[in-house]
């Protein structure tokens, strides 16, 4: 069986990605970093489990009107998100309430139940289907 990677980064987690990585490492889910998952563009992902075509993205400063929250902003994330599915990946999108309100981790521990043969084990931790 193929060792599943560690968490990397590539930069300072914002807080609001750094409480999501509590939350995945408080359910044992081991997810890389700054995913750069296309072949020419430079884009990546908040967090990704690449032999699953799975990532997350954290939308923060939704309330305020910047980055990603701007028209442009927008529009790119369209572009990446729409290319990512073009490959085949399933991305979730949470913004900062749904990552405080357990909404975002909730929502990834179902698609992980659903994409691998596993059944949660009474610590509330994903595990595989031989670890029973």
Known sequence: ?????RLTTTGALSTLEAEFNQQLMAYGIVMVREHKFHPTRKWRFDFAIPALLVAVEIEGGTRQGLGHSTHSGITRDCEKGNAAVLLGWRV?????????NLKLIDTLKELLQMSLPVTPNVTGKITGSDDN
């Open 1 to 5: 069986m193929k060792k599943q990677p």
């Open 92 to 100: 979730l999108r949470g913004t900062s309430e749904q990552v405080k």
